[in-house]
């Protein structure tokens, strides 16, 4: 997703790109770039092709959530944190038609339903199935839902 031309040369035709790109451990620990990079490249090919909408999963550790527990997850995530962050400053620097989702922890569940708040965790947002991201992805491409806004999501 890094190669712009690339990218750019596949939009035509499309009406959005949906980004749910991440870093597993180990890396996930280490310093990396992999989010921002590509979200870079992503802006750049859909400013080039002329595709505005944009829907991207960041996580919920980048809402300023109080507690130990998201304090905790704050600190062993540093490096993702800082990746989705800048990954999201990007984004929203564009005047593509964008939509940030983050979610909080992701597990394997047959689970579609999700609960979505503006700009915050939805209330025990702990956890979701990683099918219930997609589910809202798609809903925010489709019905243009939440356009220019940083959604927080749960199951």
Known sequence: PLRVDELA???????????????????????????????ASTVAAMTRAGVRRLVLVSAAILFPEKGLRFALFRWLLTQVRRDLGTAEEIVRATPLDWTIAR???????????????RDALPVDGFSMSFRAVAAFMLDAAEQRTHVREIVGLAS
């Open 9 to 39: 040369s596949a939009l035509p035709g499309h009406d959005v790109v949906l980004s749910a790109l991440g870093v597993r451990p180990p890396r996930a620990f280490r310093p990396h770039a992999v989010v921002q990079e590509a979200a």
């Open 103 to 117: 979610p909080p922890r992701l597990i394997e569940r047959p689970d579609e339903a999700y609960r979505s708040e």
